[in-house]
């Protein structure tokens, strides 16, 4: 299948609709969608015919379910992993300052790179089939595509939770987190995207289409979520939930287990961090992040054990959190020089 098969464009009236057209793959990207989908959006920004993008995946079981990492991993692949991530994030930020309503519809599985052609769009829209999730940290990743600014700006601790944890969100808790700005029923898909081809307003049309999900099961774990998820290093975290009553704590400990423990230390203060930060120098410390993060072990480790063998029984490097050093994770923070991410496209 070719770049043009794997994502389409549709001028329908007055909607441009991009959809992830690799369904057995549940629409993971690859670095040639990226190219068409920024080349795309940048015409439809300047089109003056086009009053709304709206992007979905093909298929009944993902929007997007993250960027192919496989390729990530393959032997000598340095020139790749610099050029994927400094367009991924260029693309995000493309949709992040979009000039006009971009409307997200999470139908389906929305993880990694999935969130960030979605949740740094101006409109997401949950539905009955949305699954939320930043499972990072379990293949000795980070938070990344954008992660460091909305996942910090969600209520309370949530953000850190969800980043370190990886917990799985439906429709109702991603209103909750502020991952989502609004449920409707997938019945009514069909409805709203020819609504939005007859150049509807798109937060009118998601308002007349918006329905309650039901209550949010993330609500009851909230106190909780604050006290546990406070801490400024992942060891207070860890004690924390030691402390807390519960089964919630005890499956969060039990996840945070089987996290690469040196990704936690770095997204933890990736997350603090990002408080501060505006969208761009967030995308920029990623950037740093990615280049030497991703070329380590843990995270060829991790694809490895969840991707290619599925043994799910990663080996980490350090083992430990006790064994990861300040030295190891500010190291990753440090600026790349000439190498520092540009939001000037050079491919």
Request: charged share 25%; with cysteine; net charge negative.
């Given at each position: 299948m070719?770049?043009?098969?794997?994502?389409?464009?549709?001028?329908?009236?007055?909607?441009?609709?991009?959809?992830?057209?690799r369904?057995?793959?549940l629409n993971?990207l690859?670095?040639?969608?990226?190219?068409e989908?920024?080349t795309r959006l940048e015409d439809?920004?300047a089109d003056s015919g086009?009053?709304?993008?709206?992007?979905r995946?093909a298929?009944?079981?993902a929007?997007?379910a993250?960027?192919?990492?496989r390729?990530?991993?393959?032997?000598d692949?340095?020139?790749?992993?610099a050029?994927f991530?400094?367009?991924?994030?260029r693309?995000?930020?493309l949709?992040f300052?979009?000039?006009?309503?971009?409307?997200a519809?999470?139908?389906?599985?929305a993880?990694g790179?999935g969130?960030?052609v979605?949740?740094?769009?101006?409109?997401?829209?949950?539905?009955?089939t949305?699954l939320?999730?930043?499972p990072?940290?379990?293949?000795?990743?980070?938070?990344?595509?954008?992660?460091?600014?909305?996942?910090?700006?969600?209520?309370?601790?949530i953000g850190?939770?969800?980043?370190?944890s990886?917990?799985?969100l439906?429709?109702?808790?991603c209103?909750?987190?502020?991952i989502?700005d609004?449920h409707v029923?997938t019945?009514k898909?069909?409805?709203?995207?020819?609504?939005l081809e007859?150049g509807?307003?798109a937060?009118?049309?998601l308002?007349d289409?918006s329905?309650s999900?039901?209550?949010?099961?993330?609500a009851?774990?909230r106190a909780a979520i604050?006290r546990?998820?406070?801490?400024?290093?992942?060891?207070e975290?860890?004690?924390?939930?030691?402390d807390?009553?519960?089964?919630?704590?005890v499956?969060t400990?039990?996840?945070?287990e089987?996290?690469?423990?040196f990704a936690l230390?770095?997204?933890?203060?990736?997350?603090?961090l990002g408080?501060?930060l505006?969208?761009?120098?967030?995308?920029?410390?990623?950037?740093?992040l990615s280049?030497?993060?991703?070329?380590?072990h843990?995270?060829r480790?991790g694809?490895?054990?969840a991707?290619?063998d599925?043994?799910?029984?990663?080996?980490?490097?350090?083992e430990t959190l006790a064994?990861?050093?300040?030295?190891?994770?500010?190291a990753?923070?440090a600026s790349?020089?000439e190498?520092e991410?540009s939001?000037t496209?050079?491919?």
């Amino acid at each position: 299948m070719s770049a043009m098969d794997e994502v389409l464009f549709e001028r329908r009236g007055a909607l441009g609709l991009i959809t992830l057209n690799r369904p057995k793959a549940l629409n993971a990207l690859t670095l040639d969608m990226i190219h068409e989908m920024t080349t795309r959006l940048e015409d439809w920004a300047a089109d003056s015919g086009v009053a709304t993008v709206l992007i979905r995946g093909a298929g009944d079981k993902a929007f997007c379910a993250g960027g192919d990492i496989r390729a990530l991993v393959e032997p000598d692949n340095a020139a790749y992993i610099a050029g994927f991530f400094a367009d991924e994030y260029r693309l995000n930020r493309l949709i992040f300052r979009y000039p006009k309503p971009y409307v997200a519809l999470i139908d389906g599985i929305a993880m990694g790179g999935g969130v960030g052609v979605s949740v740094n769009g101006g409109l997401r829209i949950a539905t009955d089939t949305t699954l939320f999730a930043m499972p990072e940290t379990g293949i000795g990743m980070f938070p990344d595509v954008g992660g460091s600014y909305f996942l910090p700006r969600c209520p309370g601790e949530i953000g850190m939770y969800l980043g370190l944890s990886g917990a799985r969100l439906k429709a109702a808790d991603c209103l909750y987190a502020g991952i989502a700005d609004g449920h409707v029923a997938t019945v009514k898909n069909a409805v709203m995207i020819a609504r939005l081809e007859e150049g509807e307003a798109a937060d009118s049309v998601l308002r007349d289409l918006s329905g309650s999900p039901g209550e949010a099961p993330l609500a009851e774990h909230r106190a909780a979520i604050d006290r546990c998820f406070a801490g400024d290093s992942v060891e207070e975290i860890i004690v924390a939930l030691e402390d807390e009553e519960g089964a919630w704590a005890v499956k969060t400990l039990q996840a945070l287990e089987g996290k690469s423990p040196f990704a936690l230390k770095v997204a933890l203060r990736q997350l603090r961090l990002g408080q501060a930060l505006d969208f761009e120098d967030c995308m920029a410390m990623e950037y740093r992040l990615s280049q030497r993060v991703v070329p380590g072990h843990d995270f060829r480790e991790g694809v490895r054990a969840a991707v290619i063998d599925k043994d799910r029984t990663p080996s980490w490097r350090p083992e430990t959190l006790a064994a990861v050093s300040e030295e190891m994770v500010l190291a990753c923070f440090a600026s790349l020089g000439e190498r520092e991410l540009s939001f000037t496209a050079e491919r």
